[in-house]
């Protein structure tokens, strides 16, 4: 038993999924301020410049702060995780606060970064049934994504294919897919290309638990078999709870005692 190692305690985890979904804010937010400011008058060239830049820094925060929490960032993620057995539903809800005001950072950090106004609430109205569809359709994915390479034992891929996936959702969606409510509400605090205002905003958080819904359905009728400790390793391996191994260690101990 020497080689098992205890998952970090929650406070720690937490202070990864704040400091995690600040990174997200900002870098969605921040691209698409210097997209605005770069790309004047082009809003083809504006989103494919933020939906690279989004892609490029969420691959990179997963790796930075995944080994600690799990790099969920995205209350949806840690929920979904829950009800497949890999989070504890206490420790989900302790998640939702962090990453929610990580995002609210994240988005003043990046106004305060391109010399703007701390706090703007942004007026770009978003609220539509096709927009609705579309965080649906991109949470649902977004799920799936993770939780295919979590049974498959392919979540060495997991920060690429996350990335991947809302880099290609900013441009299959047309809501530009945030798949997050954390992401969400921070966005309302920057009137800039990616923000949203805050009337549109009750509607995506809405479509978006949908989308998680439908998500968590679709992985159970697909991947029956996946199991607690494969959906603990979410979403990249770590430890899920005060003194439970991570998915590495779990399997080794298991493999040990046979």
């Known amino acids: 038993m020497g080689g098992v190692t205890s998952a970090p305690v929650l406070p720690r985890r937490l202070a990864a999924e704040f400091l995690g979904s600040a990174f997200l ?35 990179a ?63 770009k109205h978003r609220a539509s049934g096709a927009h609705a569809l579309s965080e649906v359709i991109a949470t ?8 295919a390479l979590a049974r498959s034992g392919r979540l060495s891929s997991a920060p690429a294919a996350v990335g991947a996936y809302i880099g290609a959702a900013y441009w299959f969606t047309s809501s530009t897919s945030f ?16 923000g949203i205002a805050p009337s549109s905003a009750p509607g995506f958080v809405a479509a978006q638990a949908g989308g998680g819904i439908a998500g968590v359905l679709i992985i159970k009728i697909l991947y029956p078999t996946l199991t607690p400790a494969q959906a603990a390793g979410a979403v990249v391996p770590h430890g899920t709870a005060d003194g439970v191994r991570d998915l590495h260690d779990h399997q080794a101990a298991k493999d040990g005692s046979n």
């Open 25 to 59: 804010a900002a870098i969605v937010i921040g691209s698409g301020i210097a997209a605005q400011r770069l790309s004047p008058d082009s809003t083809g060239l504006e989103l494919l410049e933020n939906a690279a830049a989004t892609a490029a820094g969420l691959y």
């Open 61 to 123: 925060i997963i790796l930075m702060f995944g080994p600690v929490s799990g790099a969920h960032f995205n209350p949806v993620v840690s929920f979904a995780d829950a009800a497949l057995g890999g989070l504890p539903w206490r420790d989900a809800a302790a998640y939702l606060p962090a990453q929610v005001a990580g995002c609210v950072t994240g988005a003043v950090t990046a106004n305060l970064m391109f010399a703007r106004a701390a706090v703007s609430i942004s007026v």
């Open 140 to 147: 649902a994915g977004l799920v799936l994504v993770i939780f």
């Open 179 to 194: 798949a997050n409510p954390a992401i969400t509400i921070g966005r309302m605090f920057s009137d800039s290309f990616a």
